[in-house]
């Protein structure tokens, strides 16, 4: 298994607080991604990072941003969250080229009541 | 439009046959594709990739691209109650590794 690390697994947390959910890789790949996942929606890209410090929205950038000032650590902040925000979180990592697999991450299941 | 389309299904298959998933994709710019597997509760894992018009083979699985078409699929041949999952459909463009996926297709083999 690649070696990616989701922290926290579960968390539930409450309407307006800042939640930080961390991404840990010790595989040295260079591409690393959020993804969130609800049913009917499949896998929507949050936002990604193509090296330190080099982020870049996806599709459903607002309400979360990221930071990333290591290469094997990425978080994902949302500044405040919402019940919108419930789902399963999923951090994934790759290497550019062509087929260059992505790795997921075991995902991160939060609830905002 | 969701950049990749997908069938949601879900798609029952009897044990033994052969499951067809299929994918289409908007962005001429898209090279590369991917089709992943996902158990419930579990995070996806990547069954193949394609980059090349025409076929790709692994074992029971046949992955298939036609640029033209903008048209992806996914064959499963000989299928096991063990396939049964949800399979996603995902493009990037070589040099962006944003990958983009589509909603999934819920798989089930009837034994």
């Known amino acids: 298994d690649a070696g990616i690390t989701q922290s926290p697994r579960h968390k539930v947390t409450e309407t307006g607080t800042p939640v930080t959910l961390r991404c840990h890789q010790t595989?040295?790949?260079?591409?690393m991604y959020w993804y969130r996942q609800d049913p009917g929606h499949g896998l929507r890209l949050i936002h990604y990072?193509?090296?330190?410090?080099?982020?870049d929205k996806g599709e459903v950038s607002d309400g979360y941003s990221v930071s990333r000032s290591k290469t094997e650590d990425f978080l994902l902040t949302l500044e405040s969250a919402t019940s919108s925000q419930t789902s399963v979180y999923f951090c994934?990592?790759?290497?550019?080229?062509?087929?260059?697999?992505?790795?997921f991450g075991q995902g991160t299941r939060l609830t905002v009541v | 439009q969701k950049e990749v389309e997908q069938n949601s299904g879900p798609l029952s298959v009897p044990e033994g046959a052969i499951a067809s998933l299929n994918c289409t994709y908007s962005?001429?710019?898209?090279?590369?594709f991917f089709w992943y597997r996902q158990y419930s509760g579990k995070s996806p894992e990547l069954i193949m990739f394609?980059?090349?018009?025409g076929d790709k083979e692994d074992g029971r699985f046949t992955a298939q691209l036609n640029k033209a078409s903008q048209y992806v699929s996914l064959l499963i041949r000989d299928s096991q109650p063990s396939d049964s999952a949800t399979y996603l459909c995902?493009?990037?463009?070589?040099?962006?590794?944003?990958?983009?996926f589509g909603t999934g297709t819920r798989l089930t083999i009837i034994p």
């Open positions: 994934a990592i790759s290497e550019p080229g062509e087929g260059a697999e992505a790795f």
């Open positions: 595989e040295n790949h260079r591409y």
């Open positions: 990072s193509y090296g330190v410090k080099d982020t």
């Open positions: 962005d001429r710019g898209s090279q590369s």
């Open positions: 394609i980059y090349s018009n």
């Open positions: 995902a493009g990037s463009n070589f040099g962006n590794e944003k990958l983009t």
